[in-house]
């Protein structure tokens, strides 16, 4: 295992990044439901035309993601995998007078060097930190850039050690026996369904093996007590707080600031996409209460999510719709008495949420409706 604590300084490796797509294969199944990585970010909705926080044209775009202003003193970096994979997630950075704070480690160092890149682009003022908005790996194998760059790294105080549990062990394993269990569901599969479902599982698998294996694990050094959130960032004239909720990942944390109504969000909101909930600190009671908040939010602020596009309280009130419905077909079945195992493959993709992506099903359907069946089972 090769690791080093962000904001030490240590010689970077070269990291490199296969771009091969772990969705190439995917096209088989297309038909039953839209598959992250192939779906091309939307457009910025038209409403934003009229928002003056929004500048409707980025300050700079490389396709696999463009960096917009989104008032003043914010800029929002909105990820597109389908046109390349250096980011994968979104984030953003908030430049005051005196400071910087930079959003997101991404999926590899050189998103995280588009990012810092595109800061130098309209601020030259010192960073105070990066901040991961939680552990998952594609929002953090790009740590190294910061630890390679001296720029402290903050997390949620779990994140560090979740990093380590959840990707060290893929470093150097053998690809065949981590795949197995995966490939055999597939094989095992009695319906094409359940094919389908599995083969998406294999395929974001075999994505993060590779990831996990082309990366330096680099770590945040600055671990947050969320005890002692919500906190505020003075960046000079530009005032940000970092709160905790749960929801995705039991790291989860997000970014306010409350003066011009904008909040990074992190993966607790999924803009037009459906939900990762496969974590085993995933809550989907506690998510739905999340989201709740966030709705409760003033009606004019700008959320930017942790995947997809840029978008306002309707971005909210549609995740929360995507969830009343996995809830509502779930407790059908519940009633029903479909065991659980049964349930996760039935949920069936309604019209109007036909073109939401879904990273793979035992990412997010699957394991939405198993976390449900045990929150009403009182497991
Ligand atoms: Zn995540």
């Known amino acids: 295992m090769r690791k080093i604590l962000a904001g030490e300084r240590n010689p970077s490796e070269p990291c490199v990044f296969s771009r091969r797509s772990f969705i190439a294969k995917t096209s088989c199944f297309g038909a039953f439901y839209a598959v992250a990585e192939l779906i091309p970010l939307p457009?910025?909705?038209?409403?934003?035309?009229?928002?003056?926080?929004?500048?409707?044209?980025?300050?700079?775009d490389k396709?696999?993601?463009?960096?917009?202003?989104?008032?003043?003193?914010?800029?929002?970096?909105?990820?597109?995998?389908?046109?390349?994979?250096?980011?994968?997630c979104n984030g953003g950075f908030l430049a005051g007078k005196d400071g910087a704070l930079l959003i997101e480690g991404f999926i590899t160092p050189a998103g995280a060097a588009f990012q810092m890149d595109a800061l130098r682009m309209v601020s030259q003022v010192p960073v105070k930190c990066a901040l991961d908005t939680h552990y998952h790996f594609d929002h953090s194998m790009g740590n190294s850039f910061y630890g390679a760059n001296g720029v402290q790294l903050w997390a949620h105080a779990?994140?560090?050690k979740r990093i380590v549990d959840s990707y060290a062990p893929l470093q150097g394993a053998d690809k065949e026996a981590a795949l197995a269990p995966f490939a055999k569901r597939v094989k095992d599969a009695k319906a094409d369904t359940e094919r389908a479902h599995a083969q998406s599982d294999l395929n974001a698998v075999t994505g993060l093996f590779q990831v996990a294996n082309a990366s330096l694990l680099s770590l945040p050094n600055h671990p947050i007590d969320p005890a002692k959130l919500p906190m505020?960032?003075?960046?000079?004239?530009?005032?940000?707080?970092?709160?905790?909720?749960?929801?995705?990942?039991?790291?989860?944390?997000?970014?306010?600031?409350?003066?011009?109504n904008v909040v990074y969000t992190g993966d607790l909101l999924f803009s037009g996409w459906y939900p990762v909930c496969f974590d085993e600190k995933a809550t989907i009671s506690g998510w739905r209460d999340t989201l709740k908040k966030f709705a409760a939010f003033d009606k004019d602020t700008l959320f930017v999510p942790g995947h997809g596009q840029i978008c306002g309280q309707e971005g909210i009130a549609s995740l929360r719709e995507v969830f009343d419905d996995i809830a509502a077909q779930a407790e059908k079945m519940y009633q029903a008495g479909v065991p659980a195992?049964?349930?996760?493959?039935?949920y069936v993709v309604p019209e109007k949420f036909k073109n939401f992506p879904v990273f793979a099903w035992g990412f997010t359907i699957g394991p939405a409706i198993t976390k449900l069946y045990a929150e009403w089972q009182g497991k």
């Open 43 to 60: 457009a910025l909705a038209a409403e934003f035309a009229s928002d003056s926080r929004v500048s409707p044209t980025p300050i700079v």
């Open 63 to 88: 396709g696999f993601a463009s960096v917009r202003k989104i008032g003043n003193g914010l800029y929002a970096t909105i990820s597109d995998p389908s046109k390349g994979r250096q980011t994968v």
């Open 158 to 160: 779990s994140a560090a």
């Open 341 to 346: 195992e049964e349930a996760q493959h039935r």
């Open 232 to 260: 505020s960032m003075d960046l000079g004239g530009l005032t940000a707080v970092i709160e905790s909720y749960p929801g995705h990942s039991g790291t989860d944390m997000i970014v306010r600031v409350p003066d011009q």
